[in-house]
Nanobody, 120 residues
Framework: QVQLVESGGGLVQAGDSLRLSCAAS????????MGWFRQVPGKEREFVAS????????NYADSVKGRFTISRDNAKNTVYLQMNSLKPEDTAVYYC?????????????WGQGTQVTVSS
């Protein structure tokens, strides 16, 4: 069973940086796509970024392109989300997700989430 544990959230000021980590276990992830979503109370979860574990190809939401970078460390089975130039509208709970290729995100495995708060 896939287990995902996020860390690295916190309270920062606008313009600051944070790096989120997602430690993954329970599977060999070469056939997985790893992603980050975020959610604000009262709104649906929003896609942020994803990375193909096997070839490292990435995708980003338009709202974070050029500011956020997703990466993975195969040796540590960890996915990272480097967030630069943070804005108050980036405030949300951030979730790490793992899905098999060809499957829906919502059928994947989700972490417990980590809070990111950006003050102005």
């Amino acid at each position: 069973q896939v287990q995902l544990v996020e860390s690295g959230g916190g309270l920062v000021q606008a313009g600051d940086s944070l790096r989120l980590s997602c430690a993954a276990s329970g599977r060999t992830f070469s056939s997985y796509i790893m992603g980050w979503f975020r959610q604000v109370p009262g709104k649906e979860r929003e896609f942020v970024a994803s990375i193909n574990w096997s070839d490292g190809s990435t995708n980003y939401a338009d709202s974070v392109k050029g500011r956020f970078t997703i990466s993975r460390d195969n040796a540590k089975n960890t996915v990272y989300l480097q967030m630069n130039s943070l804005k108050p509208e980036d405030t949300a709970v951030y979730y790490c997700v793992a899905r098999r290729k060809g499957y829906s995100w919502y059928g994947g495995s989700w972490g417990q989430g980590t809070q990111v708060t950006v003050s102005s």
